[in-house]
């Protein structure tokens, strides 16, 4: 259930939703789905992403070619300091924040203004990502989206990193990833310890 910001009285109080999941579940759609209802409700919003996301300076865009307009930042505390001003605040690919980030999310709720976080929960390991999981523990509502794997056709909670990269962020989109269900990243990722 996510509703508009309610009002009692001339206070207004936020929260924070977070969307997570793999590759290709969504995240980014659900995320503008929510913040175009905001829009209609006539309240005012703003977008952001990381300076690291280079795929657009002026977008966040979904696989599916749905776009809204966002601002670029460097840091969290921008963030902050454009943010405070609105109703309501998207942020896209929120795994690439620094860990500042929970404090800038919290002190913008605590002020009434409702955040709408999206990010990968996992890196391309299977490990939790950046400062997903404590951001998940101080949300007041979490959505976990899911892909579908292309090779079973199960639920895919895994984004598997096709291209031999150690690093941990590396942009990519289907050329580099694709989603995969547990029983299968697993596999492939028993696979190539042992090719090590």
């Known amino acids: 259930m996510f509703l508009e910001n309610s009002a009692r009285g001339n206070k207004q109080f936020g929260w924070i939703e977070v969307i997570c999941g793999s590759m290709f579940s969504g995240k980014t759609e659900e995320l503008i789905r929510r913040l175009k209802r905001a829009k209609i409700a006539n309240q005012k919003i703003q977008i952001f992403k990381p300076s690291i996301d280079s ?7 979904s696989h599916d070619k749905n776009k809204i307009k966002s601002i ?5 505390y921008d963030v902050f300091e454009i943010g405070k001003d609105f109703d309501v605040i998207g942020i896209d690919e929120i795994q690439f924040f620094d ?17 709408i976080a999206a990010g990968l929960d996992m890196d391309y390991l299977g490990n939790p990502f950046g400062p997903m999981p404590n951001l998940m523990a101080i949300a007041e509502y979490v959505t976990k989206v899911h892909a579908i794997c292309s090779e079973t056709g199960n639920i895919a909670n895994y984004s598997y990193r096709k291209k031999k990269e150690d690093s941990i962020i590396l942009i ?5 990833y694709k989603a995969l269900s ?6 492939k990722m028993n696979s190539k310890k042992k090719k090590t």
């Open 182 to 187: 547990r029983e299968l990243f697993f596999k």
């Open 72 to 76: 670029t930042v460097k840091t969290s």
């Open 55 to 61: 795929r657009s300076d002026e977008y966040i865009e």
């Open 99 to 115: 860990n500042d980030i929970l404090s800038v999310c919290n002190s913008l709720a605590n002020n009434g203004v409702r955040v």
């Open 172 to 176: 990519g989109e289907e050329g580099e």
